[in-house]
């Protein structure tokens, strides 16, 4: 028997022994983390993803999806990283044949009273509790989200590298654009089609001509700060121009 002084390196050469089908590898693709968890007797696996977090207008939408039926995993990335046509047919597919799937809509004033992270987390527990049928075990995008009740994994870019969060983000984005085209039908001049909510120049201007409308979170700062031209309530109707106008 050879004597490892402590903290030494083994030998260079020496196997390293990891447990037979339990290591995820990049090879096996975005459903490698599903697969090995289903190994391990821990599937199925739900994966949670939002949209809308950094926009300073609209919900905030979250999303929980259990791929797992036949065509669910087809054509699935980073919701930001497929076109809009691609995303769309995506989504089609994945809430044909995904096993289970479930959508949150936090809306602008309970942000605000609530703050967004505290939505955001509230959201992701709603949305696995949603689901139909309980799952063995949970991906989700970005941090931890204390109290599912299900064991679970904070991913890093989780959307990039795990089918099912990959898919939930698929789901909360399409569902997220779809009402912010509903809005920009309501208060076209903001351009809400465009850019979604988020803090582009085109819409900051707007804020500035106009001042924030009801989809606006009164919470960011950078609607805060023009509180002070907002529109008197009874005027919002002067804003609505036909659809498709801005």
């Not at 739900?46 to 039926?69: K, N, Q, S, T, Y």
């Not at 995303?87 to 004033?109: G, L, N, Q, T």
């Not at 967004?116 to 689901?131: D, F, P, S, W």
Request: aromatic share 6%; glycine share 14%.
């Amino acid at each position: 028997m050879r004597a490892v002084a402590p903290g030494a390196d083994w030998a260079a050469g020496a196997a390293v022994r990891r447990p037979v089908g339990y290591t995820p590898r990049r090879s096996g693709g975005l459903a490698g983390y599903e697969r090995v968890l289903a190994r391990a007797g821990l599937g199925p696996v739900a994966g949670i993803d939002e949209a809308g977090r950094g926009a300073c207008a609209g919900p905030l939408v979250v999303a929980a999806v259990v791929l797992g039926g036949a065509g669910a995993g087809a054509g699935l990335a980073d919701s930001k990283a497929l076109t809009a046509r691609a995303r769309e047919a995506a989504y089609r597919r994945i809430v044909a044949c995904a096993r289970a799937w479930h959508v949150v809509v936090i809306e602008p004033d309970q942000i605000d009273r609530l703050g967004l992270h505290a939505c955001n987390v509230a959201g992701m527990r709603r949305a696995l509790a949603g689901l139909t049928g309980r799952p063995g075990y949970v991906l989700t995008d970005g941090f931890e989200v204390p109290g599912l009740g299900v064991p679970s994994l904070a991913m890093w870019k989780g959307d990039q590298v795990a089918a099912c969060v990959a898919a939930a983000s698929i789901v909360a984005k399409v569902t997220r654009d779809a009402i912010m085209n509903g809005l920009h039908a309501q208060y076209p001049r903001y351009g809400f089609a465009r850019h979604k909510g988020y803090s582009t120049p085109g819409h900051m201007a707007a804020l500035d001509a106009y001042g924030p409308c009801p989809a606006h979170r009164r919470s960011f700062v950078n609607v805060l700060s023009r509180l002070g031209r907002a529109v008197p309530a009874g005027d919002l109707a002067d804003l609505v121009e036909p659809a498709g106008t801005l």
